[in-house]
């Protein structure tokens, strides 16, 4: 679908990073893990963006997380930033076929940003009753405070760095049919992510993988 959406909060959840809530349009259908198109006009530049859900649902409104580099964010991701509840965008979306489906066991790696669809797949996951594990790969974790309320509540969050990242993934996964691994995050992060499936005995051809580039 094709929309105008108000921005109904921006809030800073780590370093160089925002959540921006959207309202949800009406009829908006969407599972966590797939992902919308922003477009805006920037400078006179016309840009369009596509970035993954972090919401656990889409009643009433639906987010994304974005990272501000500033020596690598381009205009656009400043104009998400500098973004206030009352303004408005345009969204194209829902898109990809790579997302949550009620699956038993949920096993999400995520890095950098790709945090965003992780703890949202994982409140949506504990929320329906099934177990969750979510190896997140940080040097400055980014939606702590969703992390430890998903950790507290029963699910298990390992953070790690790059050294411990595939001894934390051989840890989650047990390779059973009821599990699902899913995978979000820059391209030399997927690599790291399906090697260490792979290394664990899973099927890294078998994981939901959304590579942000």
Not at 1 to 23: K, L, S
Not at 35 to 44: P, Y
Request: glycine letters at 10%; aromatic letters at 8%; charged letters at 25%.
């Amino acid at each position: 679908m094709d929309a105008t959406v108000p921005v109904t909060d921006v809030t800073a959840v780590g370093p160089e990073t925002v959540a921006i809530e959207f309202e949800s349009p009406e009829g908006f259908d969407a599972q966590p893990g797939q992902f919308v198109k922003l477009l805006a006009t920037v400078d006179g530049e016309d840009y369009a963006r596509f970035y993954t859900l972090s919401s656990p649902d889409m009643a009433g409104t639906f987010e994304i997380t974005v990272e501000i580099d500033p020596d690598e964010s381009g205009p656009f991701s400043d104009h998400l930033a500098d973004l206030t509840a009352g303004d408005e965008i345009e969204m194209s979306g829902p898109f990809g076929a790579e997302y949550y489906e009620g699956e038993a066991r949920v096993v999400v790696l995520a890095g950098g940003p790709g945090v965003g669809p992780a703890v949202g797949i994982g409140e949506r996951a504990h929320e329906d009753g099934n177990a969750v594990h979510l190896v997140y790969r940080a040097t400055d974790p980014v939606h702590e405070p969703r992390l430890s309320a998903l950790d507290s509540a029963g699910a298990t969050v390992t953070i790690t760095d790059a050294d411990s990242f595939a001894a934390a993934v051989d840890e989650a996964l047990t390779t059973t049919d009821d599990e699902q691994a899913f995978v979000y995050g820059f391209d030399s992060f997927v690599t790291a992510a399906t090697d260490a499936i792979d290394a664990a005995g899973g099927d890294p051809d078998a994981a939901k993988v959304e590579n942000f580039g």
